[in-house]
């Protein structure tokens, strides 16, 4: 059973560029989140998707910063432009999820993201 | 406001001994509980969760957590310790009437010495 999977696993870029980064959730999971973990601020929500639909981007930090999910099977974040202070390692986890649900979140490996 | 504490940033124990890593929390409503470990270059794996019931939970890898109410805690145990366990445990809780959001503590370093 194929977990959460992300790419790429690294990411070495300089600021100013680009970003984006890939998820595909577990299947049949319906809801879709987005962290960031630095030892700084720890484990950041970012933003959550449910069924498609962003419901959360509170956790955005700002404008460079989006986030898609096209389908149940694909997510990506984007950066940009991206800045030295965006280096960290994004998760991507999904869940089946509904109000009050008591399910866990399963997390991919993440993406380590340096921006020179 | 939801909050979850880790006082201990790093807990060291011989192998075979047994372990405790602490998480107390805050939510307004009943809470549902997690514990998740991460090793070096990976995401964070779910170990075991308190949703209702018996107030001891057994998870994976032999671990277990205690749900105390009145002292709001939620401690993750283990009766021996194997060197492999060394990770980062994190603690996280969901308030009942939350959908979705998970809020995790800051993370205790668990290191099993041989």
């Known amino acids: 059973d194929a977990g959460v999977i992300q790419s790429p696993r690294h990411e070495v870029t300089e600021m100013g560029q680009e970003v984006t980064l890939r998820c595909k959730p577990i299947s049949g999971h319906n809801s879709l989140f987005w962290y960031r973990q630095t030892m700084m601020r720890g484990l950041e929500l970012l933003i959550y998707f449910n069924n498609n639909v962003p419901i959360d981007d509170s956790g955005m930090p700002e404008d460079r910063f989006s986030a898609k999910m096209p389908n149940a099977s694909f997510s990506t974040l984007k950066i940009q432009p991206s800045e030295p202070r965006d280096s960290a390692v994004y998760f991507c986890?999904?869940?089946?999820?509904?109000?009050?649900?008591?399910?866990?979140?399963?997390f991919g490996d993440g993406t380590r993201l340096s921006i020179l | 406001a939801q909050s979850v504490a880790q006082p201990e940033d790093q807990v060291n124990v011989a192998e075979g001994n047994p372990l405790t890593v602490k998480c107390t929390y805050s939510?307004?409503?009943?809470?549902?509980l997690f514990w998740y470990v991460q090793y070096p270059n990976r995401g964070l794996q779910f170990l075991l969760k308190?949703?209702?019931?018996?107030?001891l939970v057994k998870g994976s890898y032999g671990f277990e957590a205690e749900f105390n109410k009145s002292q709001t805690s939620f401690h993750l145990k283990k009766p021996s310790a194997l060197v492999s366990d060394s990770a980062l445990y994190f603690c996280?809780?969901?308030?009942?009437?939350?959908?979705?959001?998970?809020?995790f503590g800051s993370g205790t370093r668990l290191l099993v010495r041989p």
């Open positions: 996280a809780v969901r308030d009942m009437r939350s959908s979705y959001k998970l809020i």
């Open positions: 986890a999904s869940s089946l999820d509904g109000q009050g649900s008591n399910q866990p979140q399963h």
């Open positions: 939510v307004s409503g009943n809470p549902y």
């Open positions: 308190y949703i209702t019931g018996d107030n």
